[in-house]
């Protein structure tokens, strides 16, 4: 059945989730993460969880560490290792088992960025000037010109889920439009060049069952907009986040994320940290107004995080274990990658 992430109905990804139940080993996951900020609450519930569910019932996984991503909208990437190696750490702490998932950067992996040049040749200018997410960080960017890599990285996006050929990848709804990228690019590249074979499946997206949360100021939630719990914050960072999290006048606490975002954001967090339902959640705190949510939804965050903290703790002890898992998933990805710019060479008869 064909999956347009615009269609990506409950129906559809109900589908699909017992198309990966019956035959786990026909999937093949690439995601990723830009190393900009520690990942939080809107990466934990929004991808995080669906990436270590699909590990463990034995798709094949690649996280990508997307380093040069960091480019887009900053001249230079501040201590960008240990920016890098939080974001190790936070998919460690989270159970990404770096046995069973390659976990790499794509600075270091040449073939995966040299396809980035036939790719540019398959999208237009005014395809990438479309993109809703890139315009939306363009928006927020701390650089007063957009640059070339700001406005094309969703093509490079392509570049890192097509050359490991995954065809399924679990992302927040802000990335469905470059999936749509990366679906047009792999199409493209295959009648051009591939007619029959093909070489590049059109990856489908899978987004998670929860609605999206919003961060402390009703906006998107983005750690570098300083409006998101970190998976890293300690309980008490937690707390000052959340007690200034933006509600609304009316006092009573209800769930209705259509008229009351703010305050529903906060009910449904409470609720997806307890695993019990949003609305029995807000029935529960009713007449007791913004205080009750907001300390409800602080201890049951805390709650929750408190092992993935302890756990990411005591993995940072551990510098050199760190390293050496990027070492060993660079290797990994460097193979899978020169293989398939084999295969685009040949394709392109630019093998000499
Ligand atoms: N653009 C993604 C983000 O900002 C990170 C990313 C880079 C990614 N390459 C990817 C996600 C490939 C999924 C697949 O969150």
New binding site residues.
């Given amino acids: 059945m064909q999956n347009h992430p615009e269609n990506t109905t409950a129906e559809a990804s109900g589908n699909l989730e017992q198309r990966i139940q019956g035959n786990p080993g026909r999937f093949r996951v690439?995601?990723?993460?830009?190393p900009?900020g520690r990942l939080h609450l809107g990466?934990y519930f929004g991808t995080l969880q669906n990436r270590v569910r699909l590990q463990d019932l034995g798709v094949e996984s690649f996280v990508?560490v997307?380093d040069y991503?960091v480019l887009t909208d900053r001249n230079v990437a501040e201590d960008l290792a240990s920016s890098v190696e939080g974001l190790v750490l936070d998919y460690l702490a989270v159970g990404i088992d770096s046995d069973r998932t390659t976990i790499f950067t794509?600075s270091a992996i040449a073939a995966l960025n040299q396809l980035l040049l036939p790719f540019l040749s398959l999208v237009s200018v005014a395809e990438l000037g479309r993109n809703p997410t890139v315009k939306d960080e363009i928006a927020h960017s701390r650089q007063s010109a957009v640059s070339g890599l700001m406005f094309t990285?969703?093509v490079?996006?392509a570049a890192?889920?097509l050359f490991c050929k995954?065809n399924l990848?679990p992302?927040?709804q802000?990335?469905l439009p470059?999936l749509e990228v990366t679906r047009t690019i792999a199409r493209r590249f295959n009648s051009r060049y591939a007619p029959e074979a093909g070489i590049f499946p059109e990856p489908e997206a899978m987004l998670s069952a929860a609605p999206s949360l919003l961060g402390t100021d009703g906006g998107k939630m983005s750690k570098s907009r300083g409006n998101a719990v970190a998976l890293a914050d300690d309980a008490d960072e937690t707390a000052r986040l959340l007690r200034g999290a933006k509600t609304d006048s009316i006092r009573h606490i209800t769930y209705e994320p259509a008229t009351r975002p703010e305050v529903s954001s906060l009910v449904l967090l409470a609720a997806l940290c307890t695993g019990r339902d949003p609305h029995e959640v807000a029935e529960e705190i009713g007449a007791g107004g913004a205080g009750v949510l907001k300390k409800t939804a602080t201890e049951a965050v805390n709650e929750h995080l408190a092992p993935i903290r302890a756990r990411r703790n005591a993995y940072a002890q551990e510098r050199g274990f760190i390293r050496n898992i990027l070492k060993v998933g660079n290797e990994r990805a460097n193979a899978v990658a020169e293989m398939t710019l084999g295969e685009v060479r040949t394709a392109m008869k630019t093998s000499y």
């Avoid at 690439?30 to 830009?34: A, C, E």
């Fill in positions: 690439l995601t990723g993460d830009s900009t990466h990508l997307a991503q794509h990285y969703p490079h996006q890192d889920i995954a990848v992302v927040g802000d990335q470059h």
